[in-house]
């Protein structure tokens, strides 16, 4: 049965530590997560950009698969599936859809539009249960065509973002999406302190958790992130271990790769990659 992300990100803030999200594109990765929550009994949060829904056949069918998994797999920890970096549009599918969580990601508007978007999408979540992040400062990179120069969010509008009801919130405090620069400067902690002076016990989100220092990811959890997204640092492990198999010439047989062979390093590679950040964030026997 899928939860709404509020409680356990309520419970991680109190408790100091992190639940991660880590993004699904597969029937592969999905199983890999949650297995590796489950055997670790830490809450874990699915992640579906708009891209991978459609490339999952939209997001009835990932529902399905997602609830079907935790049925037959027998997952009894609490397992989010949340719409990541959703626009007005895809929040409202994925509500209809059966989803559990969503984000809106409104930072690219300007701050009354995104109040206005947000406010809706908040009554609408609530009505049915559904927990609701929001952004304030684009995160840098690009992710599934969603791009953002990694400005840091100004205070003052996360509080007026928190205000409206949101259950945690994204702001932009210098991360990236996908590799981070040899000239990144880093985490702006000053910013990141003063958001939650700002918004209190409001659980606070970093987007862009592939290779930011393990420090820095304590340092952060200390002042009050209790969600850290991975998707990049899953599809590198993954496509490595694909390709050293691949090249190993295993399974060829002149027919060509069993493609249950052939995926099954990348899910290895996945299970530990998200046990990994499991240990990291310290969400591990918190279920």
Same mark, same amino acid.
């Given at each position: 049965?899928?939860?709404?992300?509020?409680?356990?990100?309520?419970?991680?803030?109190?408790?100091?530590?992190?639940?991660?999200?880590?993004?699904?594109?597969?029937?592969?990765?999905?199983?890999?997560?949650?297995?590796?929550?489950?055997?670790?009994?830490?809450?874990?949060?699915?992640?579906?950009?708009?891209?991978?829904?459609?490339?999952?056949?939209?997001?009835?069918?990932?529902?399905?698969?997602?609830?079907?998994?935790?049925?037959?797999?027998?997952?009894?920890?609490?397992?989010?599936?949340?719409?990541?970096?959703?626009?007005?549009?895809?929040?409202?599918?994925?509500?209809?859809?059966?989803?559990?969580?969503?984000?809106?990601?409104?930072?690219?508007?300007?701050?009354?539009?995104?109040?206005? +978007?947000?406010?809706?999408?908040? !009554? $609408?979540?609530?009505?049915?249960?559904?927990? @609701?992040? &929001?952004? #304030?400062?684009?995160?840098?990179?690009?992710?599934?065509?969603?791009?953002?120069?990694?400005?840091?969010?100004?205070?003052?509008?996360?509080?007026?973002?928190?205000?409206?009801?949101?259950?945690?919130?994204?702001?932009?405090?210098?991360?990236?999406?996908?590799?981070?620069?040899?000239?990144?400067?880093?985490?702006?902690?000053?910013?990141?302190?003063?958001?939650?002076?700002?918004?209190?016990?409001?659980?606070?989100?970093?987007?862009?958790?592939?290779?930011?220092?393990?420090?820095?990811?304590?340092?952060?959890?200390?002042?009050?992130?209790?969600?850290?997204?991975?998707?990049?640092?899953?599809?590198?492990?993954?496509?490595?271990?694909?390709?050293?198999?691949?090249?190993?010439?295993?399974?060829?047989?002149? +027919?060509?790769?069993?493609?249950? !062979? $052939?995926?099954?390093?990348?899910?290895?590679? @996945?299970? &530990?990659? #998200?046990?990994?950040?499991?240990?990291?964030?310290?969400?591990?026997?918190?279920?």
């Amino acid at each position: 049965m899928l939860v709404s992300a509020t409680e356990m990100l309520k419970k991680a803030k109190a408790g100091k530590y992190a639940v991660g999200q880590f993004n699904i594109n597969n029937l592969e990765w999905t199983k890999a997560i949650l297995l590796t929550a489950q055997e670790n009994n830490s809450p874990v949060i699915l992640g579906v950009s708009e891209g991978a829904g459609k490339y999952m056949a939209g997001y009835p069918t990932v529902v399905g698969m997602v609830t079907g998994m935790i049925k037959s797999l027998n997952i009894t920890v609490p397992v989010a599936l949340h719409l990541d970096h959703g626009s007005f549009d895809g929040c409202l599918k994925c509500i209809e859809a059966g989803f559990s969580s969503v984000m809106f990601d409104g930072s690219h508007y300007a701050i009354e539009e995104n109040v206005a +978007k947000t406010t809706e999408l908040v !009554k $609408l979540c609530h009505e049915k249960g559904i927990s @609701i992040e &929001a952004e #304030v400062g684009s995160i840098g990179g690009e992710e599934d065509g969603v791009v953002g120069a990694g400005e840091c969010a100004d205070p003052n509008e996360c509080k007026m973002i928190a205000d409206l009801g949101v259950d945690f919130l994204a702001a932009g405090i210098g991360n990236i999406h996908g590799k981070y620069p040899e000239n990144w400067k880093g985490l702006s902690f000053e910013t990141l302190d003063a958001v939650q002076q700002k918004t209190g016990d409001l659980p606070l989100v970093l987007h862009g958790g592939t290779g930011i220092p393990a420090e820095m990811i304590q340092k952060a959890i200390s002042l009050g992130v209790a969600k850290i997204n991975v998707n990049t640092e899953c599809q590198l492990s993954f496509a490595e271990a694909t390709r050293k198999y691949i090249e190993a010439g295993k399974d060829l047989e002149g +027919k060509g790769f069993d493609p249950r !062979k $052939l995926l099954a390093p990348g899910f290895e590679a @996945i299970k &530990a990659t #998200v046990k990994e950040k499991m240990e990291l964030f310290g969400s591990i026997g918190k279920a």
